[in-house]
């Protein structure tokens, strides 16, 4: 059984359009983060949700808005896809916020034309 | 802000070469250290970590040393495998004013080679 999985695991798009990738855990875990990680392999975290709510949110655009329906999910809206935003972004679960084992999925590689 | 430093790669190794990564860290408190392993087409895993300073973390052969004097946590292994290719992630983690999120370094491919 996959412990935390992503969809898709690829995803090509034009500029300006709107995309989202989904995140599932099935461990139980009460947190979730959303990390990116660029063309260099510098991966940093963006989001973090515990019960459903956002705890940490780094510097990252408005255009990318988290969504958690429930704790076992969640979800990366981002409007108007810009080049930059081409990077492999990484969901990843951990037991509550204080513990340092995460547990990551296996990647999204968005590619923005 | 709290950093991590790794070894520029990618470093290839022969068959049952002794491998070490070698990681620096800058954090204004205690943090915890970890070693996280990506097999190609997977996400990250926890290969090893170390809590505070002296303890060493061991997993699968590889091992790392918590150096507080040397704010360092290299990752060593004696004997590698092909299997072992993979980019290996430094990183911390300061639990210090409420704040637990992971900081990584950038990676470092390993490429075993028969």
């Known amino acids: 059984d996959t412990a935390v999985s992503q969809t898709p695991k690829y995803l090509v798009t034009q500029m300006g359009n709107d995309k989202s990738i989904k995140c599932e855990q099935n461990l139980g875990h009460d947190t979730m983060y959303w990390y990116k990680q660029d063309s260099k392999k510098f991966l940093k975290i963006m989001f973090s949700?515990?019960?459903?709510?956002?705890?940490i949110n780094e510097t990252v655009p408005n255009r990318f808005s988290p969504k958690s329906p429930d704790k076992a999910h969640l979800n990366l809206h981002i409007n108007s896809l810009e080049l930059g935003d081409s990077a492999v972004y990484f969901c990843?679960?951990?037991?509550?916020?204080?513990?340092?084992?995460?547990?990551f999925g296996p990647g999204t590689r968005l590619l923005v034309l | 802000g709290d950093s991590v430093t790794q070894m520029e790669g990618p470093v290839t190794l022969s068959e049952e070469a002794f491998l070490t990564i070698n990681c620096t860290y800058t954090a204004t408190g205690y943090p915890s250290l970890f070693w996280y392993v990506q097999y190609p087409g997977e996400g990250l895993q926890l290969l090893l970590k170390a809590t505070k300073a002296d303890d060493k973390g061991s997993n699968k052969g590889f091992e790392a040393t918590y150096r507080k004097e040397t704010t360092s946590f290299h990752l060593e292994k004696g004997s590698v495998q092909v299997s072992d290719s993979a980019v290996y992630f430094c990183?911390?983690?300061?639990?210090?004013?409420?704040?637990?999120?992971?900081?990584f370094g950038k990676g470092t491919k390993l490429s075993v080679i028969p």
């Open positions: 990183a911390l983690q300061y639990s210090g004013a409420g704040s637990y999120q992971l900081t």
């Open positions: 949700y515990n019960n459903k709510e956002l705890i």
């Open positions: 990843a679960s951990s037991q509550d916020p204080t513990q340092e084992t995460q547990y």
